[in-house]
């Protein structure tokens, strides 16, 4: 029988994708591993069993209906392990950080409370070259195994910050020389036609009610992802992808 590990200092991670993402950035975090009886023979399954065994991980086999109660239902595809959990930061890691770098480059989560697209947004700053995500500590979706499996990996290498005070923290950015550009489908500004060079930070709110008032007010500027006509908005980790790697290609032809 497998038991939930009550540490705080514990996670659950499943599904294929996620599991072999943990494998190739974090494996020295993994502490268990379950698969699926009767799926042994699965290529994908087979391969993780392999590269867990070559990391000395112990593999056990249990019942679907097991794997189904400790995740809560989740689609685990049959691979389920259980890791030590990376925590958020704090504004203070976040100044250290600020600290050694030369041309910061970040992304902001107001209120964005779906786990799902936590990770997702994660996902596309981690590959877009952002040094970090920051959320707010109370007005945002925690790192749930539904996060960190939307993340893919970025969960173990991308820092996320959970500060105490959003509009306090984008004040200490932009007394560091930060630009923080804030995402609204109602600006008159175009993201293709606004500067994203340079020390950065992009804003992007939450799909029901965007940036908080005091949010919008540390922005510099206010921009939006040009849309067609009828269409209202994007999902807010799409969305996130289409500004970050719009900045991207700004700064690649700086």
Not at 160 to 168: D, G, I, K, Q, W
Not at 189 to 195: G, K, L, M, P, V
Request: proline content about 4%; some cysteine.
């Amino acid at each position: 029988m497998i038991r939930r590990n009550g540490k705080q200092n514990r996670e659950l991670v499943y599904g294929v994708n996620a599991v072999e993402a943990a494998l190739e950035t974090a494996p020295e975090k993994i502490v268990s591993a379950f698969i699926i009886k009767g799926r042994e023979d699965d290529k994908r399954i087979s391969r993780i069993v392999s590269l867990m065994n070559n990391y000395g991980i112990k593999v056990q086999t249990a019942m679907r209906h097991t794997l189904d109660e400790i995740t809560d239902n989740g689609v685990h595809q049959g691979v389920v392990i259980e890791m030590i959990a990376t925590p958020p930061k704090n504004e203070g890691d976040l100044e250290e950080l600020l600290d050694t770098l030369e041309n910061p480059f970040f992304l902001v989560l107001d209120s964005v409370t779906d786990p799902r697209n936590l990770g997702a947004a994660m996902r596309s700053a981690w590959a877009a070259g952002a040094h970090g995500v920051i959320v707010p500590k109370d007005k945002s979706a925690s790192f749930s195994p539904a996060a960190r499996k939307a993340a893919s990996g970025a969960a173990d290498v991308l820092p996320l910050f959970a500060v105490t005070n959003l509009a306090r923290t984008l004040e200490m950015l932009k007394e560091r020389f930060v630009r923080v550009i804030g995402m609204d489908g109602e600006a008159s500004d175009n993201i293709y036609a606004t500067d994203l060079t340079g020390p950065l930070a992009i804003v992007m709110g939450s799909e029901e009610s965007g940036m908080r008032r005091l949010t919008r007010e540390k922005c510099d500027d206010i921009t939006k992802i040009p849309m067609a006509e009828g269409v209202e908005s994007l999902n807010v980790s799409v969305a996130a992808g289409i500004a970050l790697f719009e900045a991207v290609r700004q700064r690649s032809f700086r």
